[in-house]
């Protein structure tokens, strides 16, 4: 399929539902070969339903991120076929228990950070060569504003999102001499699953979609991108 990234293949954590399979269908629509990542083998199959019905395509990864010799596989599995990645799109996430700091309990913040914070590690520790190999790689992550915000009773989230950008601008500037480019987006209040968890009251028609969303991915992962180690804010 020809269009902006022919020829491009590009991974998306999370790609089974809401912002990750909004940027999937988007990229694949814009010629790039997509390999879908996430727990759930129906949504998954949905959203390749839907990218085939348009003309593209993409290869199924049926993973639990926080299996993460299978995501050291999964970039030797890659090197195997296409020999690099062009687009890295760190979107999986959870938002855990909204509770005071002090009653959090050990296994919900090992696991809030076992998604958010280790599965985005260990997928740069697997991927780096491979977008280096490309001749313009990109990297784009989902933090948010609750990094910064700090409001109450969001502890392991807003922590794990501050560690997540840490992780991610230090990678940044590690890669600045190379051709890679790698930022984060912080979506703001779209209408997904996550949100609908985190504030139960709310009308989601009030609210973006991940569909309006998609464009910002789409403009960050392209060659043309010269943006780097930016939080980049879909609501500004």
């Known amino acids: 399929m020809a269009g902006r990234l022919a020829d491009k293949i590009a991974l998306i954590t999370g ?4 912002i ?17 990542v996430a727990r759930t083998v129906g949504g ?10 348009a003309g593209g395509t993409a290869t ?27 687009i890295l799109v760190g979107n999986a996430g959870i938002l855990g228990p909204l509770t ?21 590690y260990r997928l740069i520790r697997s991927l780096d060569p491979l977008l280096q190999r490309a001749d313009a790689g990109r990297a784009v992550f989902v933090t948010s504003g609750a990094a910064q915000k700090c409001r109450p009773f969001w ?24 051709n890679l480019r790698i930022n984060m987006v912080s979506p703001g209040p779209i209408a997904t699953k996550m949100r609908a968890k985190a504030m139960p009251g709310e ?9 309006d969303l998609a464009p910002l ?15 980049v804010s879909f609501q500004d």
């Open 20 to 36: 990750g399979r909004a940027v999937a269908l988007s990229l694949a629509a814009e010629g790039a070969h997509v390999i879908l």
């Open 44 to 53: 998954l199959e949905e959203v390749d339903d839907e990218i085939q019905k």
């Open 203 to 211: 009308d989601p028609a009030t609210l973006r979609s991940p569909e």
């Open 15 to 18: 790609a089974s539902r809401g």
């Open 60 to 86: 199924l990864v049926p993973l639990d991120l926080t299996d993460f010799e299978a995501i050291d596989r999964l970039g030797g599995t890659i090197f195997e076929r296409w020999g690099k990645l062009d």
């Open 155 to 178: 502890g392991a989230y807003s922590v794990s999102k501050a560690a997540l950008e840490a992780l991610v601008k230090t990678w940044a500037n590690e890669v600045e001499k190379t």
């Open 100 to 120: 005071p700091t002090g009653h959090i309990s050990p296994d919900d913040w090992d696991k809030v950070f076992a998604v958010n914070v280790t599965t985005n």
């Open 217 to 231: 991915f789409l403009d960050l992962v392209g060659e043309e991108c010269t943006r780097h180690a930016d939080v």
